[in-house]
């Protein structure tokens, strides 16, 4: 069996222009991998921690700490592991860092070499890495998972802490769910993009993009983007509720404050109750079917009654409630709270606890839905991971930027070279 050999990692750059790690393990077989690490702009507030080195050197964002980390602490521990047994090598790096919140050697770090040595051991295997994604995942239900390409969710237009204008909605996504096949939903998606940024032109709007690649502009109101994207959607010649559907990211913790929702763009303060109720409107009106943190991460009530007023009809998803962590996961299901989760690895730092959390919402019959940062690079393994899991769900961003685009490319090679259904 392979060995690792050495581990090195380096500083680069992310989507924003920010330092974050790229690793790379090397096994005494002669097998090389690199992975790099994504970073958010609205975090939960129990996400696990991205080291940062402070001072000036990059406003204070640079990440030498954690690089030294990796390529001394980690380094010194893996030398000599094998690299196959992923559950061994994450532990190994939970227990060097022994916190809660891996502030001690940084989520960041620690991720880098968790994800590099997945794919280090996928190559050694001669496996492509959704299939090797698809063996952990099986192994960690005990049974064998049907691999599937995912229905993407496309953010169009931006608002919120990813943009620098007055929506404050984060993300306004559409869901090719009634495409026959990826191809056909990718090319309906960026069709749908490249006319909606003709109506926002021709109404004098801004077609600048936010860090996720949607569209920026200022608006009345949330419901004057959802307009707008339900015109974009009839100008390419196709139907919203059954071709086309909707999915929104609130992002609700950025915009709630000692217990009201302040809808700045539409100058309304709301108690959870009446935002419930906001929303509930918007989903009578529009063919949305996802609703990602509708809700403050910390505000249970307000999650309760969202749940128990649409739960049935809509997907609610617990991205900065849930945190991708197995244990927060488990205390939402006790409260039947949400009935899906966001998964982002750098939430939790390891491939193996990412797995458990997939496979804790699958036995509780939660959704999961595979997810980039807003800070990306292009590493494109996350597409692996949506495949390999067989979840059916990704969101990546708008058919723009390259670090979004890397995510559906590798899908398109991935739908090319096999027969899996899609969604």
Request: some cysteine.
């Given at each position: ?7 090195k ?20 077989d ?5 992975a ?54 994450d ?21 880098s ?18 299939n090797?994604f698809?063996?952990?995942?099986g ?39 009634g495409?026959s ?92 109750s ?13 063919p ?21 007023e ?6 609610l ?7 991708t ?12 709270i949400?009935?899906?989760v966001?998964i ?18 699958l036995?509780?019959?939660y ?13 494109s ?11 059916g ?31």
């Open positions: 069996m392979p060995k690792i050999d050495n581990l990692a380096i500083q680069v750059l992310d989507s924003r222009g920010l330092p974050t790690i790229s690793t790379e393990v090397m096994l005494d002669g097998t090389r991998a690199n790099m690490v994504p970073s958010g702009a609205s975090t939960g507030q129990k996400e696990a921690l991205e080291l940062r080195d402070g001072g000036n050197a990059f406003h204070g964002k640079g990440v030498k700490k954690a690089i030294r980390n990796v390529n001394e602490t980690m380094k010194s521990a893996l030398i000599g592991k094998n690299p196959l047994d992923q559950d061994h090598i532990q190994i790096l939970i227990d060097l860092d022994d916190t809660n919140d891996k502030s001690n050697l940084g989520a960041n770090a620690i991720l070499v968790s994800i590099a040595s997945a794919k280090a051991s996928s190559k050694s295997e001669n496996l492509d890495l959704h090797y698809n063996i952990l995942m192994n960690k239900m005990g049974n064998s998972i049907d691999q599937v390409i995912p229905i993407p969710m496309l953010n169009i237009l931006n608002g919120g802490e990813h943009a620098d204008n007055n929506v404050d909605i984060q993300e306004f996504m559409v869901i090719p769910k495409a096949s990826f191809s056909q939903a990718m090319q309906w998606s960026s069709e749908i993009y490249w006319n909606l940024k003709d109506i926002l032109k021709k109404k004098g709007l801004s077609t600048a993009v936010g860090d996720e690649g949607g569209f920026a502009p200022n608006l009345s109101s949330n419901r004057e983007a959802l307009e707008l994207i339900s015109l974009a959607v009839e100008k390419t010649s196709l139907n919203m509720g059954s071709d086309i559907f909707i999915s929104l990211d609130c992002a609700a913790s950025e915009f709630f404050k000692d217990g009201i929702y302040h809808l700045k763009g539409e100058d309304k303060k709301l108690s959870n009446e935002f419930v109720e906001y929303l509930k409107v918007l989903v009578r009106d529009f949305i079917i996802s609703i990602e943190d509708g809700m403050d991460e910390n505000d249970f009530d307000g999650w309760k009654i969202l749940t128990e649409i739960g049935n009809e809509c997907q998803v617990g991205d900065d409630l849930f945190v962590n197995p244990e927060i996961l488990k205390k939402g299901i006790k409260k039947e949400a009935n899906s966001l982002k690895y750098n939430q939790i730092g390891t491939i193996t606890e990412t797995l458990e959390t997939i496979s804790i919402a036995n509780n019959n959704k999961n839905i595979i997810s980039h940062r807003s800070g990306e690079t292009e590493d393994s996350i597409s692996d991971l949506a495949v390999g899991t067989g979840v769900q990704i969101k990546t961003g708008a058919p723009c930027r390259s670090e979004r685009v890397a995510k559906y490319n590798r899908l398109y090679w991935i739908d090319e070279k096999n027969s899996f259904p899609y969604g």
